[in-house]
């Protein structure tokens, strides 16, 4: 089985930045696509971005849209998720994961990520909390 594991968050004013990593094997990284999901209290877990091991294309919600960003490091073999102009509504724990499944992504691929999730996963990471408050 596939493993992830994020690092990062924190708490953050309204207008911050935060960097979030998710550090997985570079066979891991070469071969399966990488997504970043999030659950607020009382919602439903979402996903918010993806970045394709075939190509490197990106994929976002559309309320993170110009605000987040995806990029590899391959020293590190992380998938770092570059977080700016945070709002409170960015609040909830953020979990990276991988090893997607299902027709719908057979389908789609990474661009069906971000938004409910209508597909299975078969590993997570434990999870990170991004707080913004002020």
């Known amino acids: 089985q596939v493993q992830v594991a994020e690092s990062g968050g924190g708490t953050v004013q309204p207008g911050g930045s935060l960097r979030l990593s998710c550090a997985a094997s570079r066979s891991t990284l070469d071969y399966y696509s990488i997504g970043w999901f999030r659950q607020a209290p009382g919602k439903e877990r979402e996903g918010v971005a993806c970045i394709s091991a075939a190509d490197g294309s990106t994929y976002f919600l559309d309320s993170v849209k110009g605000r987040f960003t995806l990029s590899r490091d391959n020293a590190e073999n992380t998938i770092n998720l570059q977080m700016d102009n945070l709002k409170p509504e960015d609040t909830a724990v953020y979990y990276c994961?991988?090893?997607?499944?299902?027709?719908?992504?057979?389908?789609?691929?990474?661009?069906?990520?971000?938004?409910?999730?209508?597909?299975?996963?078969?590993?997570w990471g434990q999870g990170t909390q991004v707080t913004v408050s002020s």
């Open positions: 994961a991988t090893d997607f499944y299902g027709p719908r992504f057979v389908d789609g691929g990474c661009r069906v990520i971000p938004g409910p999730l209508k597909y299975g996963v078969r590993s």
